[in-house]
């Protein structure tokens, strides 16, 4: 609403970020998704006699959030160059017990037709540098308006339950782990870590369940 | 599960309606028509200054409820001719505040690309012979899976606040007064009559919203 | 958090009422009188094979509603003096389908042992000069934490569906009814003559189910 | 409804545990559980900076589930045995992100004034023999209603986001596990294995976390 010169930018990401028709189109495209995960955990439910994905969460990317993260990465800080850029505007997440159920989910989301797979990140193979392992699909899929037909990005995090344990670990340390110099340093080792161990112990548990089905 | 014959059709019935599957492609369609309307309701309320629908509301038919309308239009009781015969066996109904509302809402949620209009039925012009007043939309929606792309009918009901106060009452007192006779009859009469009366003060109120635009 | 003169009292209004714990006690006391009221609704559905309420919403009164109130009242504005002043700090609202099914609710309702009656205001009987019908029951419910008890206090309003419909446009049209003269007059005088009918309307409804229920 | 011999008693249950009323009491209980372990999230996230808990779920323990559990403990199989000595009719899972947050949640839950505590099991201290850790607590909380106030008993499992990662797997390998003789019985020594395996990633991740606290 204030015409300051510099306010205005980060003005303009707040109000577009709580624009309701914004929120309504990221909504469809968040409920399409949720959606076709439900579909795809009955269809192998029913295959398989188990649940694959344990709960399934969403957010729409909130004007902070954005503005660190341009910021972070050295863009121009407005919404047109956070849709542009960035491929977590709109989130969701599944957590599933093990880590071959990801795969599964993934392949066949792919062949659902109105769903364009723009990248993938397999960071349970190669995992980040600070431990952190999930599989990120970024996809788009079309929201229907009387404007016509819009392709909405959206990413998608699928993570083990293990994974997920330890990243909500990680997340709640974060923040003063990162300014804590050297001592910092050993903490962020050991959380690493406990991130390989976690990792191992999710792998057992994957062949435990795979020797019981072969009983 | 029995396989004793008559009650088998039923049974047949009973359980496509409770199948999983079934159900989570039935909420992708009701998902997909709210998430329109409320996507419409947000255009209108920032182009007039004020909310069009008060409330909406969804069911898939249930079993019970197929059986009794295939019996009385004189179909065969089993789901495939469910599926082909019925037009509500996804209902969404939408309370609107005036009946103009109505008419916009329609006509903006047929350009969407993604929704084939099968047929219309106003009942707001030519209510039923019992008093009742709404107006029906027959749509198909898109649910795509892996096993590709199917069609799905949805009927979207459209009422004002003050016909859905007489159909609510009416639908109480309906099973009672059907069973009754003369007296029935009368009450029957009388039910109308005041269906005639709400539909009346229906009109005068946006008559006035109308005049205060206006001002 | 600023601390300029006269901005800070109203700021302290809307901190306070946006304070997570503060919604959590009210969101304590809201979901108390829900479930009593659909208690009441499944022992009386039980008894007369009916139900009785159509729908319950609540709300937590929002800053901007509490500052316009206590101006309006000649109160000082703050949030002590809402909280000691304001009965409806917190607001269940039932829709019922008839008129004597409120009369019955309260009757139950009052009986509770950890529900008490602070105040009744029957305006079916004796409607709003405007021709607002509803009634409202104020009531204190515990609230249980570990720095004690702490009674909260709930307004209840219970209206028909019919009234429900009234009250709704009503408040949709007020705003700029408010502002036009004479010519606003006239519409005022329009709109009480309506909420007469449709209160008409309503006791005619009463009167058909209570035949019914005697056939 | 059917009187024959045997099947009658299975049947009460059936009907008791579907019972609106019942239900609708239950759900009282847990609203009233489930807000206050919110409340006093919000209290210890003031003084702490940090969430405590991740998420809440609950249950009505099913007719099949209370029949499966009184024939194992050798009890009659009817609804009455059931209320006397089952504690878990009505189940509250709180999942927490560190051991010692558990502590204090229970601490201040058992402060409050309208919560009688039954009894505890600290299957953290003590584990179980398959390796489940969890806390439980059995309370009582008041329920009124026009005919009095009835006491409620609610088994309220609090665990590690960690433990319960390693309990949903469990619970999914179970039921395979048990039909299959000795290599079950190896299985079952290895699922343990991990049991305290994660519990000692729990314990270091506590560590690291108030080392981090005490920076």
Chains 1, 2, 3, 4 share one sequence.
Not at 6 to 11: H, I
Not at 87 to 111: H, P, Q, W
């Amino acid at each position: 609403m204030r015409r300051k010169k510099g306010k205005a930018v980060t003005t303009d990401i707040e109000s577009a970020v709580t624009d309701i028709k914004y929120r309504v189109k990221c909504q469809c495209a968040i409920s399409m998704v949720e959606l076709k995960l439900q579909m795809i955990q009955e269809e192998l439910a029913e295959e398989t006699g188990r649940k694959m994905i344990s709960h399934i969460c969403s957010r729409i990317k909130s004007a902070e959030s954005i503005r660190r993260k341009l910021l972070k990465k050295g863009y121009d800080v407005d919404f047109e160059t956070a849709k542009e850029k960035l491929n977590d505007m709109i989130g969701v997440r599944a957590t599933c017990f093990f880590e071959d159920d990801i795969y599964e989910i993934v392949k066949r989301l792919s062949t659902h037709k109105d769903v364009t797979v723009i990248k993938e990140k397999d960071y349970i193979k190669k995992p980040k540098s600070n431990g952190y392992h999930s599989f990120h699909l970024i996809v788009e899929v079309p929201v229907y308006s009387d404007s016509g037909c819009e392709q909405k990005r959206v990413e998608i995090q699928f993570r083990t339950v293990a994974m997920d344990f330890w990243a909500q670990l990680d997340y709640q340390l974060c923040y003063k782990r990162e300014m804590s110099g050297e001592q910092g340093e050993d903490i962020q080792k050991e959380l690493h870590h406990y991130a390989d161990e976690i990792a191992k112990i999710d792998k057992n548990m994957m062949r435990i369940r795979k020797e019981i089905e072969t009983m």
